[in-house]
């Protein structure tokens, strides 16, 4: 696929610029080259949900070289900024969550290390553990607050009450999403180094180096300019790495600052699955009302979460959440009320999708589950309401001229999948008998890019370039390349904006102390948001190049290269954007993502055992900076849905996950995979760098449902959950074959 012809390299399939050094192991990762200077830290962990700390101590065989910190020890304050302070760094009277830290080791060695772990006693007294979302929202114990609701939100519209007394047909569902691991390659892991002035540098495997500077500056009280966080290669993240290391990169500062040495703390995958967040487990009710032409009248949706026992950033994934429940359809009037939950289990935190896929998941069911009490097909059912142009949702955003797709991606991906002739061909085969079933199920989906309302305004999001006299420019951002392409995307941009050679481009290395804070890599926004702010400095670069150089140079940025220039731009406000968080109402998003996928999978009714087959998918997402990473963005999202979809199933056993290890927690290998098919559809943003949008959320919103809604096509039974198992799906099996 050739790049545009007004254009250089912006749409061009650029080899990933990182690709040669991962391929070959050149690349190293934190723990591939260990600091023979660093001291190794570790945590002493609660084996109870819920408890009283009697005590912390050290028995006699505790080596005297190690060191101990408990919370009376800490020196800063015991707390991890994220959305609020309420998480303390180490557990200091109660214990709320099994592996919650009550203690910190420090020690020279590995074996060291070990007998120092060994030889600390923790005494507790077990108290009552809520674990289950039901008694938490019945306010038991409290875990958090007076009632155990860590946040809540309401969209209201209209008059749904009216609106249900009228409808035709009213469908009712109950729909629940269980937790999930991101299983990045690479497990969490930091490196923490004193400093001669008091302060910290930190060396870590993360997507948010601004967070964890944040989180260090408020619980240890130092200036911004003592304390450093550098980002190292980082082999994944998925969300994972957005709130998790500023936690562990306190722990290694802490113990590095009372020992007087660099301390590592780099997990090992069991501990990395057992303490790490995950994605929220959800339940939603929903009900849909409808008129006798099978169109969208209202809804009334109350979509719960559970949090775990602290807040992290729960708040946040519940408001997309609640943005995106009513889906990419017209409904003109809702009641609309979310809220997440605390419980005495390890705290939940940021995924990919970010609040969008339990949200898609419930209402692509209800979608599904209205057409067959409708007697419609799906397809059509979701044409009858999907949102256009002029369009404006239950939140009280409008879209714009340019702004829908919606009807553009479903059409696409029903042409290209032969939607239509592939139901057929299911059910004559399924008539047929035999132990295979097969299914097929549609899908469509949205995704806001950037963060929600003003959150952009807030952020102020900075972004610096430098021309070297080598006549390279140097792109100083702090969106980290975790796996996702921001590292080839970044300069694809920069090298269009310049009229450069994507050859003349670097990208350096996410560094407090050398890039300003253009924002957390979450949200979908690096390419969207932080991309447009790299444009605009890039053209201010340029401009100071040519008056450097003057008008006859032939290459001013070469010619200007031993002059030190530097360029930098701040988000600039959209003064289209009205929003007001305090009602949840107004322009959500600077602009939407569209999605539709078809399903095809294979059911054995013997084994219960689910293999998709065949996948198309159709995005729209504005323009694709590099098609081929796009297409493998597209790829790997979505298989992460499918699996979340049959799977993935993590289980807890007395507020502690029992699957905690690869063995036993299931994802996919590439024989899980189905055949892949995949279009990218444009239609340009003005908003975003040469027409681009944000992708990287969007395709783990659609596998899901989609897999569902193929799986109850193959069965005949309706399906409420995810991850559907063979276990569900037998006991579903034998209920409707009575």
Request: net charge negative; charged share 25%.
């Amino acid at each position: 696929m050739p790049a545009p012809p007004d254009r250089r390299h912006v749409g061009a399939p650029l080899p990933r610029l990182d690709a040669w050094g991962k391929v070959t192991g050149a690349t190293t990762f934190l723990s591939d080259e260990p600091r023979s200077d660093a001291w190794l830290g570790a945590a002493v962990r609660s084996p109870l949900p819920h408890a009283r700390l009697v005590s912390v101590s050290k028995t006699a065989a505790f080596p005297p070289q190690a060191v101990l910190l408990t919370a009376a020890d800490l020196p800063c304050a015991n707390l991890v900024a994220m959305v609020r302070e309420d998480l303390p760094l180490l557990a200091a009277d109660e214990v709320r969550f099994a592996t919650q830290p009550v203690a910190l080791v420090a020690a020279p060695d590995r074996e060291t290390l070990k007998a120092a772990l060994a030889a600390v006693a923790v005494e507790l007294e077990e108290l009552p553990a809520v674990l289950d979302l039901d008694a938490a929202l019945r306010g038991e114990g409290p875990v958090w607050g007076a009632d155990n609701v860590v946040a809540e939100y309401r969209i209201d519209r209209g008059d749904p009450d009216a609106a249900f007394a009228s409808a035709v047909t009213v469908v009712e569902g109950t729909y629940s999403t269980g937790y999930q691991e991101h299983m990045y390659l690479e497990p969490q892991g930091v490196v923490a180094t004193p400093r001669p002035d008091g302060g910290v540098e930190i060396l870590g495997s993360l997507q948010c180096p601004y967070y964890i500077h944040n989180a260090l500056k408020r619980a240890l009280g130092l200036d911004g300019d003592r304390v450093v966080v550098r980002q190292s290669p980082t082999g994944g993240a998925f969300g994972g790495k957005e709130d998790y290391p500023s936690i562990l990169a306190l722990q290694a500062a802490v113990l590095a600052l009372r020992c007087g040495q660099p301390v590592s703390m780099i997990y090992e995958r069991r501990e990395d699955v057992a303490c790490t967040t995950k994605r929220h487990p959800s339940r939603t009710r929903y009900r849909s009302a409808f008129d006798g032409e099978g169109r969208l009248l209202a809804v009334d949706i109350d979509l719960v979460l559970d949090a775990g026992a602290f807040t992290t950033l729960s708040p946040v994934v519940l408001s997309r959440g609640v943005l995106h429940v009513a889906g990419p359809y017209r409904v003109p009037h809702a009641r609309i009320r979310g809220r997440t939950v605390a419980t005495h289990t390890p705290p939940n935190g940021a995924f990919r999708g970010f609040g969008v896929p339990k949200a898609a998941f419930a209402c692509e069911r209800q979608m599904d589950r209205a057409a067959r009490r409708l007697g419609l097909d799906p397809a059509e059912l979701r044409r009858r309401n999907l949102v256009r142009d002029g369009d404006t949702f239950v939140f009280g955003q409008t879209l714009r001229p340019g702004m829908a797709a919606a009807d553009l991606v479903l059409e696409r991906v029903l042409d290209r999948s032969g939607y239509e002739q592939r139901r057929r061909e299911a059910r004559a085969f399924n008539a047929g008998g035999g132990p295979l079933r097969r299914g097929v199920g549609v899908t469509l989906t949205m995704h806001g890019g950037g963060f929600t309302g003003d959150g952009e305004d807030r952020i102020k999001g900075k972004v610096a370039v430098r021309l070297d006299p080598d006549g390279l420019v140097t792109l100083l951002v702090s969106s980290v390349e975790m796996g996702q392409g921001a590292a080839t995307v970044l300069p694809q941009i920069a090298a269009e904006a310049l009229g450069l050679p994507v050859g003349r481009i670097r990208f350096h290395q996410p560094d407090t102390s050398a890039v300003p804070d253009s924002g957390p890599t979450v949200a979908s926004r690096t390419t969207m948001v932080v991309g447009r702010i790299l444009v605009a400095a890039c053209r201010q670069l340029a401009d100071k190049a040519r008056a450097f150089a003057g008008d006859k140079a032939a290459d001013p940025l070469l010619a200007a290269g031993h002059a030190g220039l530097t360029a930098t731009a701040v988000y600039e406000s959209d003064p289209d954007i009205d929003w007001d968080q305090s009602t949840m109402h107004g322009d959500a998003y600077q602009g939407w993502s569209w999605a539709a996928a078809v399903a095809e999978v294979e059911v054995d009714v013997d084994t219960m055992e689910v293999r998709p087959v065949r996948l198309t998918h159709v995005v729209e997402i504005g323009c694709a900076v590099n098609p081929v990473l796009c297409v493998g963005q597209v790829e790997g999202g979505a298989l992460q849905g499918l699996a979340w979809g049959h799977l993935e199933e993590m289980k807890l056993k007395d507020g502690r996950y029992w699957n905690d290890r690869m063995s036993t927690y299931i994802i996919p290998t590439s024989l899980d995979a189905p055949d892949f098919d995949v279009e990218l559809a444009e239609l340009p943003s003005p908003r975003g760098p040469f027409g681009a949008k944000g992708l990287g959320e969007l395709p783990l919103n659609a596998g899901a449902p989609a897999l569902a809604a193929a799986v109850e096509d193959a069965l005949d039974i309706e399906v409420f959950e995810a991850p559907v198992t063979p276990e569900i799906l037998l006991a579903r099996w034998r209920e409707v074959s009575r």
